[in-house]
């Protein structure tokens, strides 16, 4: 059970176009979905958290403008990078909690993001 | 100081083994810590949740908490080649937020 999945595994796009990444609980409802990056060698960096109905919760820093977040279903999140630059390049990472009582998240597999 | 530290790394320890991973949070109201292995390249996996003082056993990993002393620790026993990858700590703070830590690099040498 907690199976998260994430699509596209990898992308490349060029710069200045968009890019929409989804993330999908598959065996359970989530409320609440989060959405990572992270830079070869370097720790996990929270952008934000994704709420079910409302709007999603950004991390100091992060622009809301640039990096749209969905959160439609109790199911399913997207994130989509606009206007998508070289520096965008990453590893996002989604993750989702099956209980609102419990803390544990479960993570997708991860997008690799290429912006050329 | 931040949230929640670990070292870095890299830890090195001999096939067979007892691997030791650290971790020290600031929150005193925390309640809920986690264990999550990340493999190069690969998104993190969740190994334990622990959430009371003592230890906790789950096959060849023991989780120990001490919320007096905020550390949390790993144990891997018999430690694999395949044991080889990030630890990452992270800690539920009393103001309902998961902070990961930066992660340890273990490598399990044959």
């Known amino acids: 059970g907690a199976v998260v999945s994430q699509h596209p595994s990898w992308v490349i796009c060029k710069s200045g176009t968009s890019v929409k990444i989804e993330c999908r609980s598959l065996?359970?409802?989530?409320?609440?979905m989060f959405w990572y990056r992270q830079f070869p060698k370097q720790s996990l960096m929270l952008m934000a958290t994704s709420n079910e109905g409302s709007k999603a919760t950004y991390e100091q820093g992060v622009e809301k403008d640039k990096f749209l977040i969905n959160h439609a279903s109790l199911t399913l999140s997207t994130l989509t990078v606009t206007s998508a630059h070289p520096e965008d390049s990453s590893f996002y990472i989604c993750s989702a909690r099956p209980s609102e009582a419990s803390y544990e998240q479960y993570f997708g597999p991860g997008t690799r993001l290429t912006v050329t | 100081q931040k949230e929640v530290e670990q070292n870095s790394g890299p830890l090195s320890v001999p096939e067979g083994a007892i691997a030791s991973l650290n971790c020290t949070y600031s929150?005193?109201?925390?309640?809920?810590f986690f264990w999550y292995r990340q493999y190069s390249g690969k998104s993190p996996e969740l190994i334990m949740s622990?959430?009371?003082?003592g230890d906790k056993e789950d096959g060849r990993f023991t989780a120990q908490l001490n919320k007096a002393s905020q550390y949390v620790s790993l144990l891997i026993r018999d430690s694999q080649p395949s044991d080889s990858a990030t630890y990452l700590c992270a800690v539920k703070t009393s103001y309902d937020k998961v902070i990961f830590g930066p992660g340890t690099s273990l490598s399990v040498i044959p």
């Open positions: 065996d359970f409802q989530a409320t609440t």
């Open positions: 929150d005193r109201g925390s309640q809920s």
């Open positions: 622990i959430y009371s003082n």
